[in-house]
């Protein structure tokens, strides 16, 4: 059964007072923009900004509309069996999802520049000189490396959530437009957000890092898995395999973070649910509504009847499936051992 009971907010002596969330969200893209004049190459700045603003428009709105498309082509359940979305709440979450665009690329576009301009930086396509020679020790360090920093965005994203909510809700207020989110609503963030969460990004300007040098194709293999994740936490589709198999790892679901946006007060992680356990503020109405449905028996159960189950072939699928078997007998019948003449 679905509730739409809001908890209380966390009590906070302090509150961001909307006209100052005004106020910052209009200023700071101009600032973060005019800033770019003061790096070294303003030329090659911009450029990179222009650059990643494009990938990530593609990526993140493309992928947003794909997965909603194959959502409803396969027909998932929903969070919501009657989700609120209009058209224009559509073009709200693609607004808003440029916005956040344009803040990581102007976070993003630093870096590039100094790429461009032959700087070290702690981003390296060098294996060896992230991780030493090749072999056993140099994979454990990178599964170490990959552990930790996954670690601390777990950390970083939930303690700025918890905070946006407690004492800046101004600020992170757009997110929560939309209480039936569609996949294009999973980077809809307002600009002042989208520099807490990425601004990190400045630090691979720092060549040398307690941790390590940053080997490219894992870190932002990693970057990219997760924002898969973000997609699918917005979706609003219950996956079967997904919605059993990622809790087993402590890993967030789409029925886990709808939650968050019909009750805006609980689960605040964005990666996985530690810290929301911890800290007292897990809802168990995922457990309730759910954990009977996508266990591994259940699972085990539709996927064996999907198996068996006729009506979800289609014609084509069907006589595929006639021809092969009458190819196979016809083929038992030639290597059947031939009764041996008396
Ligand atoms: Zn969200
Ligand atoms: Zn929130």
Redesign the pocket.
Known sequence: MQTNAVCAPPKACFRLHPRFGKLIETYLPILCILAGLWNKTPGLYYRGVMTVFCYNVTFMVGGGVLVHYFGKKYKFDLCQPNRRQTVDLCFHEIYGTMRNCLGISLIAGWTWAAIGRGEDTMLSWNFIECYGPFGLKAILFMIMQSGIVWLFADAWTYFKHYCLHKYFFVLHKE??A?HD?TPL??FSLGFAESIWTFGLGLQYLIPISPFGKLWIPLHFGQIFGFMIL?LY??SGFLIPIVETILPCFLINTSSF?NI??EKTHVNYA?VSPFWDYMLGTYDKERYNRYQTKYSFINLYKSLSSNNNSKKTLSPKGSKLIVSTKKIISSMMKDTKPKASSP
């Open positions: 997110h929560h939309f989110p609503a999973g973000n936490l917005h973070h968050h946006h964005e």
